[in-house]
């Protein structure tokens, strides 16, 4: 803004073509004043004068009217109190507004001229009053009028531009050895390779700082802006290039160049931890499928028992030529369903029909067992407990947020749907904690906790891309673009979009995505030999568990039958040598012995 109340600085701005700053002059001439273009003297000073010589011109001719009249002659001082008299109750308007003068002889109820200049191009912009009229503000502006179809070099070829980011990524990062390096050089990212393009087809240099307090964007209850936003207004960047979303409130404080990226809202998540089982080998069946067929071998090894005592009881040989016994039919039973051999068989037709009965569901169990097998241990399953946006609304057990001041709270805070609206209560009154100050923050408390982060598509997917414990919630919502931002007014925005669409047109934009964007961890809902995994021993403990059980089984058996035998055998060599004993010992002998020392040498 310039104070130029003679209305001179358009002949300067003149001379500076392509200066596309948008300047206010307050100036006390009407809008477009020209009194003496040719001359060498201030029109300010001209107007002035010439207003001064208009007043005291037409209050001498009534003073001097008005003193004929009365027939009064009118010495110095009393026609200098007069005059002075006139100046006060004056209601003439001159060149410079209405002169109009106080008890103190200053002047009082004028106003100023407000004129936009934008290099050759002016426009009447407002007014602003000393005294305005009652219920009326002292501004009054117009609308702006901005220039159409203006031809002009681009205002930063050969200058050196200020760059804002922020520190997102994949979009602007440090470099690991960034504390070594200086300017430019330590930054890297979508949007720093972008703007590298941008420069070197505009021809211009560029600095790269972030701005100081990591926000985007948004407009504080003061009517102020903070973030990227309030860099961009306050002149201290000349443009923005970061993750950006374009929306209606920062449309109206800054300008916007045609999107270079279009993003969409998802829910980033932790990957749920597969909860390991040492007898994961018993998934494949259900409970109830166990036991059905535990019941089932029991009851066909019994039926079987049965129907072989049964017919091999008909034939001649009676009870000696029958073979299986009802631990003979359990064996052979649970060794056809283990797919071993025993060696006793059914002899008879009923038996060896309810064989081929058991042969033929112990075929597709084991088969269908041995499928859903193979599939539990080596494909990664994920249980989700959150299979979509709208699940989140449902549940209290998950925290979510965003983070403050940015175009994602800004679209649940204005937002009208009505679960999205449930959220944004829950975000910001009952649980306010869930709203972070930035995006590492965010993240951290995905790593960390059962917390669900609402953000950019772009970011999310690059962060999962990073981190193969992270995964990418849908559907994606809120579709907007990502542009560069510059000062409102700004010329130079056209050259900037015009800029974008070429490196999209010659494909470089997507060189830049694929750069950044290229996948490396496998999608969880596609099944594929890539997703599974080698078997661990957590996976199969359980079978080995089985196998040292049924050695210990065995051993105590073992030792329960060999303890066994030994009693048995020992008992029977004590009966037996008792009597061998009672066959031996001569009779009477206790009755010939009357001498105890006879008795005691015979024994």
């Given amino acids: 803004m310039f104070y130029d109340p003679g209305d001179e600085m358009k002949n300067i701005f003149n001379r500076y073509n392509d200066i596309a700053v948008n300047s206010t002059v307050l100036s006390l001439l009407p809008y477009n004043t020209s009194l003496i273009p040719k001359s060498k003297g201030h029109n300010y000073d001209l107007a002035l004068a010439k207003d001064s010589l208009q007043l005291v011109t037409s209050l001498t001719s009534i003073i001097q009217e008005s003193a004929s009249k009365a027939s009064i002659t009118l010495t110095d001082k009393s026609y200098r109190n007069q005059l002075n008299l006139a100046i006060r109750n004056n209601e003439e308007t001159g060149l410079t507004g209405y002169l109009e003068f106080n008890e103190h002889g200053r002047r009082q109820n004028y106003s100023l001229t407000l004129t936009t200049i934008t290099g050759s191009h002016t426009y009447l912009r407002g007014y602003w009053y000393s005294l305005p009229y009652v219920l009326n503000k002292r501004l009054t502006l117009f609308d702006e009028k901005h220039p159409r179809n203006r031809t002009s070099p681009f205002p930063l070829r050969g200058r050196v531009a200020k760059v804002v980011m922020i520190q997102e990524r994949p979009f602007t990062m440090l470099k690991r ?3 070594l390096k200086r300017g430019n050089a330590k930054y890297e990212g979508f949007a720093v390779d972008l703007i590298r393009e941008v420069a070197q087809m505009l021809e211009f240099d560029y600095e790269i700082y972030l701005v100081n307090d990591g926000k985007f964007g948004n407009k504080m209850p003061n009517g102020e802006w903070n973030g990227m936003i309030g860099e961009l207004l306050a002149g201290n960047a000349t443009m923005s290039v970061a993750p950006l979303s374009i929306n209606a409130q920062r449309e109206e404080a800054v300008d916007f160049t045609k999107p270079f990226k279009t993003r969409y809202i998802s829910v980033l998540m932790r990957i749920p931890r597969r909860d390991r089982s ?6 494949p069946l259900s409970p109830i499928v166990w036991i059905c067929t535990l ?17 091999r009881g008909k034939d001649k040989g009676g009870t000696d030529a029958l073979q299986i016994t009802v631990r003979e039919s359990f064996w052979f039973i649970f060794g056809s369903l283990l797919q071993g051999n025993t060696d006793s068989t059914p002899c008879t037709i009923p038996g060896r029909i309810l064989t081929s009965a058991w042969w033929f569901f112990a075929l597709i169990l084991i088969s269908s067992y041995t499928a859903n097998l193979a599939a539990f241990l080596t494909v990664k399953k994920i249980n989700t407990p959150i299979n979509s946006v709208t699940d989140l609304a449902q549940q ?10 940015s175009g994602v709270m800004s679209f649940f805070k204005n937002t009208n749907i009505e679960h999205f609206t449930k959220m944004w209560a829950q975000m910001s009154e009952l649980d306010p904690d869930s709203m972070v100050d930035n995006t590492t923050e965010g993240f951290k408390k995905v790593k960390d906790e059962d917390y669900a982060f609402f953000w950019d598509t772009t970011v999310n997917k690059y962060q999962t891309i990073m981190d193969c414990n992270m995964m990418e919630i849908g559907p994606a919502f809120d579709p907007k673009g990502f542009g560069i931002g510059v000062p409102p007014g700004a010329t130079y925005r056209e050259e900037l979009s015009m800029a974008i669409l070429q490196l999209s047109d010659r494909g470089r934009l997507h060189e830049i995505e694929t750069k950044w964007w290229d996948s490396q961890c496998p999608e969880i809902s596609k099944v594929s030999t890539d997703e599974t995994s080698e078997l661990q021993i957590e996976n199969v403990a359980g079978v080995f568990f089985i196998l040292v059980g049924g050695i210990i089984v065995a051993a105590i058996v073992c030792l329960g039958e060999y303890f066994a035998n030994a009693l048995i055998n020992a008992s029977k060599m004590t009966r037996s040598g008792q009597t ?8 009477n002998v206790s009755s010939t012995l009357h001498d105890p020392a006879e008795k005691d040498s015979f024994i």
């Fill in 177 to 179: 050895d960034h504390m």
């Fill in 278 to 283: 040492y007898f994961e080998f018993l998934n």
């Fill in 295 to 311: 019941g089932a071998f029991v009851i066909v090894s019994i039926i079987l028992y049965t129907l072989e005592r049964i017919g």
């Fill in 396 to 405: 209290t057990k998950i925290k979510y947020g965003t983070v403050k001041d």
């Fill in 580 to 587: 061998m004993n009672d066959r031996t010992r001569p009779k």
